[in-house]
């Protein structure tokens, strides 16, 4: 089974309105956590935002959000006022305590997002 | 503040010829690892170290080799390259499980 499931492989949105872009992750961890990365068109992997498990509060990170609900085991990101300069592919990635090192991660196939002037 | 420096950027091999990639960080960072991104499939790990001379297999390590003999570098070898290691590595590093990774700007490899 994947461990980590984005279900949108492209989204289209309008500049200055929200988007949220889905993950969820399976695993038996009872402690684990979830991060997104972005990687606009010149390749690097630019760090978002970061949820653990046992973090009571929904992550917030500038115009970022994490949209954490455990039971359903999904960690969606929200980016709030969308801009032109959002438009990358983005990666949820998940580390789990009982991994090799406790600090690798499994990464998601991505979602495109394009932002629309 | 460098962070994680891959070199190179580029590299363009012939079947069976071998080469490192070299990866090195400035943060004194424990963890490294290496990763290859192919298209829609995101990143999957080679190898990774959390610690010099310690060194352990990720999801996807047949044809390579990685060594750890600092804190600071951590090159992966391929010693006979295919066509299907044809892909995007980038090396990453942190400090905790909680800690975001740091990655370096990746090296586009072609085996041709």
């Known amino acids: 089974a994947q461990k980590i499931t984005q279900t949108q492989p492209g989204m289209f949105v309008q500049e200055k309105e929200a988007v949220t872009l889905d993950c969820t992750y399976d695993?038996?961890?009872?402690?684990?956590?979830l991060f997104w990365y972005k990687q606009p068109s010149s390749g690097e992997m630019i760090f978002l935002i970061y949820q653990g498990s046992y973090d009571e509060q929904n992550a917030t990170e500038g115009r970022y959000s994490l949209n954490f609900q455990k039971a359903r085991k999904s960690a969606n990101l929200v980016i709030s006022a969308s801009q032109l300069g959002d438009s990358a592919m983005y990666f949820c990635a998940m580390r789990e305590a009982s991994s090799g090192s406790a600090r690798q991660l499994t990464f998601g196939s991505g979602t495109q997002l394009t932002v629309l002037p | 503040n460098a962070g994680v420096t891959q070199t190179p950027k580029f590299q363009v091999l012939k079947t069976g010829q071998s080469m490192t990639l070299q990866c090195a960080q400035d943060?004194?960072?424990?963890?490294m690892s290496w990763y290859r991104q192919d298209p829609g499939m995101g990143l999957r790990l080679i190898h990774y170290s959390v610690g010099a001379g310690i060194t352990d297999q990720g999801e996807v390590p047949n044809g390579y080799n990685v060594s750890r003999s600092t804190t600071e570098d951590f090159p992966l070898r391929l010693l006979s390259a295919a066509p299907s290691q044809t892909s995007v590595y980038f090396c990453a590093s942190t400090m905790g499980s909680n800690q975001p990774q740091h990655f370096g700007d990746g090296t586009r490899l072609s085996i041709l």
């Open positions: 695993t038996s961890d009872q402690s684990y956590g």
């Open positions: 943060m004194n960072h424990e963890y």
